[in-house]
């Protein structure tokens, strides 16, 4: 498979479990609580697949830098989450750097 796909799954995995640990309660839901264990495991299992061909500084990055943006983005549409123009300049600085770093590593 191709590891932009698997990095993309990854990140998807990872976006339901913090947003399933949120709805969990502190693990006293027990489907939610099931969906970060599966969530998170599935996420680090792809991102081991994902390293065996990509470096793992962008790897990470990317990985960290897309789900921290789109879990606050996640938290301030379906979860209550407040919203400012700090926050939103925040997220679009993470965003910016992904893109940055997804160009270097095309042209690398």
């Not at 969530?39 to 081991?48: C, D, E, I, K, V």
């Not at 061909?53 to 938290?75: K, N, R």
């Amino acid at each position: 498979m191709n590891a932009w796909l698997m990095l993309a799954g990854a990140i998807g995995a990872e976006l339901a479990a913090t947003t399933a640990l949120k709805l969990s309660a502190g693990f006293t839901k027990l489907a939610p609580s099931a969906v970060v264990v599966v969530g998170y495991g599935l996420s680090f299992w792809l991102l081991g697949q994902v390293l065996k061909t990509m470096e793992v500084g962008i790897v990470y990055a990317i990985w960290s830098g897309a789900g921290l943006a789109i879990i606050a983005l996640i938290g301030i549409a379906f979860l209550g989450e407040s919203i400012s123009a700090v926050k939103l300049a925040g997220l679009a600085a993470v965003l910016v750097g992904v893109v940055l770093l997804n160009l270097a590593d095309r042209s690398a």
